[in-house]
């Protein structure tokens, strides 16, 4: 493995202390973007989903690539069959972040792009992460603001992860065959309810945050009215149904399988992001 490493969705949430993890590995980068921006020292690339003009540019000279669907995209065939098709015609070894949980059914969009990368007859690792724990600075923001965390989770629990430990675990995919063909869900060291969670960021940050179990309807009201787009209220509304069902709870040593390193605690997270969720 002497090429370089395409990282799509290079300033993102996983994105960016991916190319970090992997330039402290040693390894040279192409950070994706739209703007093409060079990313922490990392050399830019302009890489845009259904634009496949852009796709020559971004693969050149690279031996492996990250590949994401971006927040905010509900259509992961459409944007990611292309992606997976594109590299594997050039021989690329793709690290696939998909989610928790879609192996559940496989007419799930997200399990058929998985199934389509096994079969795509190219190296590859999947990492099926669970909810992340960078949510709460990034999503829920404005929740912590007001003081109220207002999700349909009724009291089911998550084991959320840092956004750290994905990047931690793509980068360790990347750089050794050992995982491939092998899929890895990804979680941290315990699953909290969010009533749990809202105590424990009222605690680092000093301020009182309550947890509020929202129904459906009006969870989608909430995000529709913060100017989230209907299909994606729909379907931010529609993946608390496995939370509340209790399948998120789940907590596996898959982090430390692949990096060496057990995953960071809530806690953690919280302290490390106090600026952010406090700010
Ligand atoms: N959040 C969770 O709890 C959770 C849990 C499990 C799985 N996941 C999965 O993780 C995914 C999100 O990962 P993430 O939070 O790391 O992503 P993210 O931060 O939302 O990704 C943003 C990155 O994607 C790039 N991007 C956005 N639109 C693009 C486009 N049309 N073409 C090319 N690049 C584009 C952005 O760069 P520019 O804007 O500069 O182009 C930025 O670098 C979700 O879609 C979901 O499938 C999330």
Redesign the pocket.
């Known amino acids: 493995m002497s090429g370089k490493i395409l990282v799509?969705?290079?300033?993102?949430?996983?994105?960016r202390p991916l190319v970090k993890a992997l330039r402290e590995k040693g390894e040279t980068v192409k950070a994706?973007?739209?703007?093409g921006g060079p990313v922490d020292g990392a050399e830019g690339v302009i890489?845009?989903?259904?634009k496949l003009e852009t796709f020559d540019a971004a693969f050149d000279g690279v031996d492996r690539a990250f590949v994401?669907?971006?927040?905010?995209?509900t259509d992961p065939k459409g944007l990611l069959l292309p992606v997976i098709e594109a590299a594997a015609a050039r021989g690329i070894k793709l690290v696939l972040?998909s989610?928790?949980g879609v192996d559940a059914d496989d007419s799930i969009p997200y399990r058929q792009v998985e199934l389509a990368l096994e079969g795509a007859g190219t190296p590859y690792v999947i990492l099926r992460?669970?909810?992340?724990a960078d949510?709460f600075h990034r999503i829920w923001k404005a929740a912590i603001d007001h003081g109220e965390i207002a999700v349909p989770a009724a009291d089911g629990r998550t084991s959320f992860i840092d956004?750290r430990d994905i990047a931690e675990s793509a980068a360790a995919a990347l750089t050794t065959s050992l995982f491939d063909g092998q899929i890895f869900t990804l979680t941290g060291p315990e699953a909290l309810s969010y009533a749990q969670a809202a105590a424990l960021l009222s605690d680092v940050i000093g301020r009182p945050i309550a947890y509020r179990a929202v129904d459906d309807e009006t969870f989608i009201a909430m995000l529709t009215g913060a100017g989230l787009g209907a299909d994606y209220a729909g379907f931010i509304a529609s993946i608390f149904h496995p939370v509340r069902e209790g399948w998120t709870a789940a907590v596996t040593a898959d982090v430390e399988t692949l990096t060496g390193t057990p995953p960071r605690a809530l806690r953690t997270y919280a302290e490390d992001h106090v600026g952010k969720l406090a700010g």
């Open positions: 799509l969705g290079s300033t993102g949430t996983v994105g994706a973007s739209r703007s890489f845009e989903f259904g994401l669907l971006p927040g905010g995209y972040q989610a928790m992460p669970n909810w992340f949510n956004a």
